[in-house]
């Protein structure tokens, strides 16, 4: 991979390299985004990288990382349906150490903040990268356990709200929850740029996008109301277990 797709899939930018890198990755990454308003969109990815050292730079000790995370995007909150979902990571995460949860619960809520919204893109989960100091093989049983840990945190709710009637005004507020999942997707992950920087395969590096979103100028949801709720837990990430 050239540089900047190198400092694109690493998190630190302390150990920049001057020339290509070769690599090998493997992951599984999956976005849902129901039709229901009342529906939450989920994203989980996981994924382990190892990298050579440059070729002018040769006897180089080889890096290897895990990363990855699993994270709710509601466009409505139902107090419970958060509970449950942030219940199921930390239970997967107090497996393997009881410091996880609340490190990896706060690193998710910074990363995925949209800075020229000054807002979170959703309502957060895990998220960590260039983990490498545990044992390989405990780091890739504990990205095993939250990848297998999607299924139960997620489905419940979508049961549950798959089917709840809505309106023109819940879909509105939908789509403009997805508006900010497209700037978050397009201006700041990292995963979108290391994939256009490696010349993946373009709508396999776009699949997170949902297929309609909407912008509204100058939007502010009524104070009180139900969106404002969403975006105030957006902007203000509170701690839901």
């Given at each position: 991979?050239?540089?900047?797709?190198?400092?694109?899939?690493?998190?630190?930018?302390?150990?920049?390299?001057?020339?290509?890198?070769?690599?090998?990755?493997?992951?599984?990454?999956?976005?849902?985004?129901?039709?229901?308003?009342?529906?939450?969109?989920?994203?989980?990815?996981?994924?382990?990288?190892?990298?050579?050292?440059?070729?002018?730079?040769?006897?180089?000790?080889?890096?290897?990382?895990?990363?990855?995370?699993?994270?709710?995007?509601?466009?409505?909150?139902?107090?419970?349906?958060?509970?449950?979902?942030?219940?199921?990571?930390?239970?997967?995460?107090?497996?393997?150490?009881?410091?996880?949860?609340?490190?990896?619960?706060?690193?998710?809520?910074?990363?995925?903040?949209?800075?020229?919204?000054?807002?979170?893109?959703?309502?957060?989960?895990?998220?960590?990268?260039?983990?490498?100091?545990?044992?390989?093989?405990m780091l890739l049983s504990f990205a095993t356990e939250c990848a297998d840990s999607v299924v139960p945190a997620y489905i419940p709710i979508l049961e549950k709200r798959k089917d709840t009637p809505f309106n023109e005004?819940?879909?509105?507020?939908?789509?403009?929850?997805?508006?900010?999942?497209?700037?978050?997707?397009?201006?700041?992950?990292?995963?979108?740029?290391?994939?256009?920087?490696?010349?993946?395969?373009?709508?396999?590096?776009?699949?997170?996008?949902?297929?309609?979103?909407?912008?509204?100028?100058?939007?502010?949801?009524?104070?009180?109301?139900?969106?404002?709720?969403?975006?105030?837990?957006?902007?203000?990430?509170?701690?839901?277990?």
């Amino acid at each position: 991979m050239p540089p900047e797709a190198y400092r694109a899939a690493k998190a630190s930018a302390a150990d920049q390299k001057s020339g290509p890198v070769p690599f090998f990755a493997a992951g599984i990454s999956s976005v849902l985004h129901p039709k229901n308003p009342f529906a939450p969109t989920l994203h989980f990815n996981y994924r382990y990288f190892e990298t050579d050292a440059p070729k002018d730079t040769p006897g180089a000790p080889r890096q290897w990382w895990f990363g990855g995370g699993t994270d709710l995007t509601p466009a409505y909150i139902f107090e419970e349906d958060i509970k449950h979902f942030h219940s199921i990571q930390k239970r997967a995460c107090d497996k393997f150490d009881p410091s996880f949860y609340p490190r990896f619960k706060k690193w998710c809520d910074d990363y995925f903040f949209i800075k020229h919204r000054s807002e979170r893109r959703g309502l957060g989960g895990i998220f960590f990268d260039d983990l490498n100091d545990y044992d390989q093989e405990m780091l890739l049983s504990f990205a095993t356990e939250c990848a297998d840990s999607v299924v139960p945190a997620y489905i419940p709710i979508l049961e549950k709200r798959k089917d709840t009637p809505f309106n023109e005004n819940h879909k509105a507020w939908q789509q403009l929850r997805r508006g900010r999942y497209v700037e978050f997707n397009l201006v700041y992950d990292r995963g979108t740029t290391f994939g256009l920087k490696t010349g993946g395969r373009i709508e396999s590096i776009l699949m997170s996008l949902p297929l309609t979103a909407r912008w509204e100028y100058d939007h502010k949801p009524e104070e009180g109301s139900e969106e404002w709720k969403l975006l105030d837990a957006c902007m203000n990430p509170k701690e839901w277990i």
